[in-house]
C-alpha cells in the first residue's frame, strides 16, 4: 500500500516538474536593430563599438597583460515574468570540432561555479563567458559587466589555448 500511493506521489510530482519545466521559457524580443539606451551608456563611458548585422553592439579591448579580447553587449531583451535582461558575453575559446574535450569542458564548469557573476555557456564550437544583466540596469553596472566578462574570458582564453583569438 505504501509503495502505491509513494508511486502515485512520484508520477504527481514528475508531471507537476514537467509542467514547471515548460512554464520556464523566456521569451526574446525578436527585434534586430540596436538598443539605442545601450549606445548612450557606452557612448557616456567613452567606448569604441560597432553594431553588427544583429543589432548587438561588438567591443574591442585592449587588456593590461598587452591582449585584447572581445565583448559583445546583445540588444535583444529576455524576459521572465516581470524580468527582463540582456546578454553581456565575450568568447574565450574555439572547438576544433562540435564537441569541447572534457577536459575543457570540466574547467569552465568549474569556472562557473566559482564565478561572483555569470556563467559559461557553449554556442556552437564556442565557450562563451555570459553576464545576464537587467535590461534597464545603470551605466555602471554596465560597465561593470563588461569588465567582469573581459577579465574572465580573457583569463580563460589564455589558460586553456595561450593564444590571443578574441
Do not use: C
Not at 539606451?37 to 563599438?49: E, F, G, H, P, V
Not at 544583429?54 to 574591442?60: H, I, S, T, V
Not at 555569470?118 to 535590461?135: E, I, N, P, R, T
Amino acid at each position: 500500500m505504501r509503495f502505491h500511493a509513494l508511486a502515485a506521489a512520484l508520477a504527481s510530482l514528475s508531471v507537476s516538474m514537467t509542467a514547471f519545466a515548460a512554464d520556464t521559457t523566456s521569451t526574446r524580443e525578436t527585434d534586430r536593430s540596436a538598443d539605442p539606451a545601450i549606445a548612450r551608456q557606452l557612448d557616456a563611458l567613452k567606448y569604441q563599438y560597432e553594431v553588427d548585422d544583429d543589432g548587438d553592439y561588438k567591443l574591442a579591448f585592449d587588456m593590461d597583460n598587452g591582449r585584447s579580447q572581445l565583448a559583445f553587449v546583445i540588444s535583444a531583451v529576455e524576459s521572465f515574468g516581470d524580468m527582463k535582461v540582456r546578454e553581456v558575453w565575450a568568447p574565450a575559446y574555439r572547438a576544433s570540432g562540435t564537441q569541447f574535450p572534457a577536459e575543457v569542458a570540466n574547467k569552465l564548469l568549474e569556472d562557473s561555479h566559482a564565478s561572483k557573476l555569470g556563467a559559461w555557456v557553449k554556442q556552437g564550437d564556442m565557450a562563451v563567458f555570459v553576464v545576464k544583466l537587467a535590461s534597464d540596469a545603470s551605466q555602471a553596472d554596465l560597465s561593470d559587466a563588461l569588465d567582469f566578462v573581459l577579465r574572465t574570458a580573457d583569463q580563460m582564453e589564455n589558460e586553456l589555448t595561450g593564444k590571443d583569438e578574441f
